[in-house]
C-alpha cells in the first residue's frame, strides 16, 4: 500500500487574503509543505512573507483589489510571472458586512456578492484554464462557511455568497474533475479572526457559540493547515466536489 502524500514539493500556490488569519494560516502550511506562494490582497502581507521566508520558502506579493473582477487576469498572470505556472489556488479572500434584512443595503449586497462569489469564480477559471493548457492539472481550494449550511442572521449577502461557493465548488468538480483539476472547499467554524472580532466582543453571543462547538473553544487559524495542505497535496487526488468542515464538531451538533 503506498504512503500518502503529502508534500507540495515543486509546486506554486496562490493563497488570496493571505495577510492575516485564515489565508496567513494556509498560506504558512502550503509553503511549510514545500510550495512557493504567491501572497494576493490589496494590503501588503509582510507578515505573512516573513513567516514563509523563515521555513526557508519562496513567495511573491500580488497586490490587487479582489472586489473588482477586471483585476482578475493580472493575479493569475502576475503570479505565474513571479513563481511560475500555478498548481494550487485558494479562494480565501472574503468580507462580511452585517444589518438586518429588511435594512440591508444594495451596496453591502453587491460589495460581498463581488468578492466572495464572483471574483473566486474568475480566479478558479482563470486559474483551471492555466491548468490545462499546461497539461499539469492542479488544484483548487475554495474557502466556504458555516453558512454553506445554515442561514444565520445580519449577514444577508455572506449566507448568499458561501451558499453558491458551495454550490459552485460541485459543479466545477463535475466539469473538471475530468481535467485532472480537484476542486473542494474548506468550511471554517468559528475563528478566532478579524471577521468575527465583534461576535466575540458580545458576551451572549460568544457564550452561546462556545456552547454549541463541542471542542468547546474558538478555532485558531492554524487549525486549517492540515486541511490545506491534505487538499492541495496528492494525497487528495480522489477528492472531488466535497467540503471538508473544520468546526470543532459544530455541524456535528
Known sequence: ?????????????????????????????????GAKV???????????????EALGRESAVVMAYLSDVANVTGVIADAEAALGPVDILVNNAGI??????????????????????KVPF??????????????????????????????????????????GL????????????????????????????NNTEALRNDPDRNRQILERIPAGRWGDPDDLAGAAVFLASSAADYVHGTTVPVDGGWLAR
Open 38 to 52: 504567491a501572497l494576493v490582497g490589496r494590503s501588503a502581507p509582510d507578515e505573512t512573507q516573513a513567516k514563509i
Open 166 to 193: 458551495a454550490g459552485l465548488t460541485r459543479l466545477l468538480a463535475n466539469e473538471w474533475a475530468g481535467k485532472n483539476i480537484n476542486v473542494n472547499a474548506i468550511v471554517p467554524g468559528y475563528f478566532a479572526t
Open 1 to 33: 500500500m503506498a504512503t500518502p502524500n503529502f508534500s507540495l514539493e515543486g509546486k506554486m500556490a496562490i493563497v488570496t487574503g493571505a495577510n492575516t488569519g485564515l489565508g496567513q494560516a494556509m498560506a504558512v502550511a502550503i509553503a511549510a509543505a
Open 122 to 163: 474568475f480566479l478558479a477559471q482563470a486559474a483551471a484554464n492555466s491548468m490545462v493548457d499546461g497539461g499539469r492539472g492542479g488544484k483548487i481550494i475554495n474557502v466556504a462557511s458555516l453558512l454553506s449550511f445554515q442561514g444565520g442572521i445580519r449577514v444577508a449577502s455572506y449566507t448568499a455568497s458561501k451558499s
Open 96 to 117: 462580511i458586512r452585517r444589518s438586518d434584512a429588511l435594512e440591508f443595503s444594495v451596496d453591502d449586497w453587491d460589495d460581498v456578492l463581488d468578492t466572495n462569489l
